[in-house]
């Protein structure tokens, strides 16, 4: 029990940190598609931690199961959307940062 | 029981907010958003003071109504914004200044 | 513990005061949309803080996602109507602010003491209300074994308030009335969706009638109810609109208006048919209350999710006159309309 206890712990604590890590690469990368790049690797990453986390806490495999299938459509809708705004900022003639 | 009266003031803070928003700024969208700012705070105050009792699971009454009023606020904003793109069509901008009424 | 939830309910606070205070002034329009729909999540986030998670899952659908595809969408048509993107307003505002310098300041100043006023009179509304008050809470208790339900919220919004529930699904209806008579679906320039959006939509929709099916279920016993599974199936709509999706001229006729009407009619026949039998408007008998909610429920979802569609789409759709070719209505009734590509 304990040991799960504080896997879980550290799981969390390591979602958290790419989380952070993710939002200080928004606010400080230099264009759209860096800003981009910095929040779908780096989060998708840290929710995957966090969802790990969590499901060892998890009381039954349903919950369980639901946490994975978050995971998943995160993963899916993120980078879809990222794809998505990439190419409009194209198309918007946003030039790349060099 | 701090965080109840924490979140309280925080609602009336957005609902003066969008109050000084709603007069203060001549763009119709910006209006529109300001709106919905003072009802989330109206919201926020009501759905805090239904978890003012300790112990005891909040008030479900209150949560009803504030998710009837985010459904309807939805409604509001979509035909205000029908509107908006009307005002723009007719008169060429989005807002309402003295002489585009006439 | 007790101290770090402080915390965090300060810095949850203060996070939603500055985002809307940015939301309000930032000069771009398109910001303060974006910044308006991170308001909604952490509005969401605050009603999970305060117990409430019925409303955390409308917020987070509705009010931030719904209202902030309906504004996106509301400023790409002001933008696209001459030409340039209308989305700096300060050249707008400007031939506006120069006619008012005069007065400019004093105004602000006396607004400000009226709206610091107004806001004193509430603070001290509040903090002189009574404590330990309790509400209404006990007597939803008391009467949920025969509501029919056991999720206190949907047993208010279904039962105890369906004066109130009815009535706002008629507004609803009412809003789309409302947008349809100001003109028809505007004729706009299609850009293609491309492969990745189409993808993502043939995955996500028939997913996100499932997760509207599940919620609309689980709304009996548990957070969830026909609010939050409509607008689901409103995103799903939204979503087939984005993705260059259209009804056909024979959807838009009267399967869309049937499916439009069909929760304030199911509402409506269930209350009339206990009139008849001799009880009052909208008062169910407790045996059979909860199939009748259900029943209720799945027709306001469906009405709910395709008006919130419709409302995105803006204008009224063409449809054909059922003069020549009546629709035929023995067809078994699927639960999402189906949509044609428009070309």
């Given at each position: 029990m304990l040991v799960t206890e504080i896997l879980s712990s550290l799981l969390l604590i390591a979602g958290a940190i790419f989380f952070l890590a993710g939002t200080v690469g928004l606010l400080r990368f230099p264009d759209v598609y860096t800003r981009l790049h910095a929040l779908t690797k780096a989060d998708n990453v840290g929710l995957g931690l966090v969802v790990a986390g969590l499901v060892l806490q998890a009381e039954s495999w349903t919950v369980a199961g639901k946490l994975l299938l978050i995971w998943l459509l995160v993963l899916l809708a993120s980078a879809s959307i990222a794809h998505l705004v990439a190419k409009a900022a194209r198309k918007k003639g946003i030039e790349l940062w060099k | 029981m701090n965080n109840i009266y924490l979140y309280t003031i925080v609602g009336m803070g957005l609902f003066t907010l969008g109050l000084y928003a709603v007069i203060v700024h001549a763009h119709l969208l910006r209006k529109i958003l300001a709106i919905n700012v003072m009802g989330s705070g109206v919201f926020l105050v009501l759905v805090a003071l239904a978890a003012r009792n300790q112990g005891t699971a909040p008030d479900p009454v209150p949560h009803a109504m504030v998710i009837t009023g985010i459904v309807v606020a939805v409604s509001a904003t979509a035909l205000a914004l029908a509107l908006m793109l009307r005002v723009r069509a007719k008169t060429g901008q989005a807002e309402l200044s003295e002489e585009s009424l006439e | 513990m007790t101290l770090l939830q402080l915390m965090f309910d300060t810095l949850l606070g203060f996070s939603l005061l500055w985002l809307a205070w940015q939301a309000l002034t930032s000069p771009d329009l398109f910001r303060a949309i974006v910044l308006f729909i991170a308001f909604g999540l952490l509005m969401a986030l605050t009603w999970i803080r305060l117990d409430a998670p019925d409303v955390a899952m409308a917020e987070a659908s509705i009010g931030a996602g719904l209202t902030g595809a309906l504004l996106l969408s509301a400023l790409a048509r002001l933008g696209s109507k001459n030409g340039s993107r209308a989305i700096l307003e300060k050249k707008h505002q400007a031939g506006s602010m120069t006619e008012n310098t005069k007065n400019q300041l004093p105004f602000r100043l006396l607004l400000m003491v009226l709206l610091l006023a107004v806001a004193a009179g509430l603070v001290y509304v509040v903090l002189t209300l009574p404590e330990?008050?309790?509400?209404?809470g006990i007597l939803v208790e008391e009467n949920l074994e025969s509501?029919?339900?056991?999720n206190p919220v949907t047993a208010v919004l279904l039962n105890y308030r369906g004066y109130d529930t009815l009535l706002e699904l008629s507004v609803l209806l009412l809003t789309l009335l409302g947008v349809w008579s100001l003109g028809d679906m505007t004729k706009q320039h299609e850009s293609?969706?491309?492969?990745v959006l189409s993808t993502l939509s043939r995955l996500l929709v028939p997913l996100l009638i499932m997760a509207a099916g599940y919620l609309l279920w689980v709304g009996a016993h548990a957070p969830g109810g026909a609010f939050q599974a409509g607008s689901l199936l409103g995103a799903a709509g939204v979503l087939l609109l984005l993705a260059g999706w259209r009804p056909g001229t024979r959807l838009a006729g009267l399967p869309l208006r049937i499916s439009l009407v069909l929760g304030v009619a199911a509402f409506v026949a269930a209350g009339m048919v206990f009139i008849l039998l001799g009880?009052?408007?909208?008062?169910?008998?407790?045996?059979f209350a909860g199939v009748l909610i259900l029943l209720i429920e799945a027709a306001a979802t469906l009405s709910i999710g395709i008006t919130l569609a419709a409302l995105f789409l803006g204008g009224r759709p063409k449809f054909s006159q059922p003069k020549f070719s009546r629709p035929k209505l023995n067809q078994p009734k699927s639960s999402q309309p189906k949509f044609r590509r428009h070309k």
């Amino acid at each position: 029990m304990l040991v799960t206890e504080i896997l879980s712990s550290l799981l969390l604590i390591a979602g958290a940190i790419f989380f952070l890590a993710g939002t200080v690469g928004l606010l400080r990368f230099p264009d759209v598609y860096t800003r981009l790049h910095a929040l779908t690797k780096a989060d998708n990453v840290g929710l995957g931690l966090v969802v790990a986390g969590l499901v060892l806490q998890a009381e039954s495999w349903t919950v369980a199961g639901k946490l994975l299938l978050i995971w998943l459509l995160v993963l899916l809708a993120s980078a879809s959307i990222a794809h998505l705004v990439a190419k409009a900022a194209r198309k918007k003639g946003i030039e790349l940062w060099k | 029981m701090n965080n109840i009266y924490l979140y309280t003031i925080v609602g009336m803070g957005l609902f003066t907010l969008g109050l000084y928003a709603v007069i203060v700024h001549a763009h119709l969208l910006r209006k529109i958003l300001a709106i919905n700012v003072m009802g989330s705070g109206v919201f926020l105050v009501l759905v805090a003071l239904a978890a003012r009792n300790q112990g005891t699971a909040p008030d479900p009454v209150p949560h009803a109504m504030v998710i009837t009023g985010i459904v309807v606020a939805v409604s509001a904003t979509a035909l205000a914004l029908a509107l908006m793109l009307r005002v723009r069509a007719k008169t060429g901008q989005a807002e309402l200044s003295e002489e585009s009424l006439e | 513990m007790t101290l770090l939830q402080l915390m965090f309910d300060t810095l949850l606070g203060f996070s939603l005061l500055w985002l809307a205070w940015q939301a309000l002034t930032s000069p771009d329009l398109f910001r303060a949309i974006v910044l308006f729909i991170a308001f909604g999540l952490l509005m969401a986030l605050t009603w999970i803080r305060l117990d409430a998670p019925d409303v955390a899952m409308a917020e987070a659908s509705i009010g931030a996602g719904l209202t902030g595809a309906l504004l996106l969408s509301a400023l790409a048509r002001l933008g696209s109507k001459n030409g340039s993107r209308a989305i700096l307003e300060k050249k707008h505002q400007a031939g506006s602010m120069t006619e008012n310098t005069k007065n400019q300041l004093p105004f602000r100043l006396l607004l400000m003491v009226l709206l610091l006023a107004v806001a004193a009179g509430l603070v001290y509304v509040v903090l002189t209300l009574p404590e330990n008050i309790p509400g209404l809470g006990i007597l939803v208790e008391e009467n949920l074994e025969s509501s029919g339900v056991s999720n206190p919220v949907t047993a208010v919004l279904l039962n105890y308030r369906g004066y109130d529930t009815l009535l706002e699904l008629s507004v609803l209806l009412l809003t789309l009335l409302g947008v349809w008579s100001l003109g028809d679906m505007t004729k706009q320039h299609e850009s293609f969706p491309g492969p990745v959006l189409s993808t993502l939509s043939r995955l996500l929709v028939p997913l996100l009638i499932m997760a509207a099916g599940y919620l609309l279920w689980v709304g009996a016993h548990a957070p969830g109810g026909a609010f939050q599974a409509g607008s689901l199936l409103g995103a799903a709509g939204v979503l087939l609109l984005l993705a260059g999706w259209r009804p056909g001229t024979r959807l838009a006729g009267l399967p869309l208006r049937i499916s439009l009407v069909l929760g304030v009619a199911a509402f409506v026949a269930a209350g009339m048919v206990f009139i008849l039998l001799g009880r009052q408007f909208l008062e169910y008998p407790p045996s059979f209350a909860g199939v009748l909610i259900l029943l209720i429920e799945a027709a306001a979802t469906l009405s709910i999710g395709i008006t919130l569609a419709a409302l995105f789409l803006g204008g009224r759709p063409k449809f054909s006159q059922p003069k020549f070719s009546r629709p035929k209505l023995n067809q078994p009734k699927s639960s999402q309309p189906k949509f044609r590509r428009h070309k």
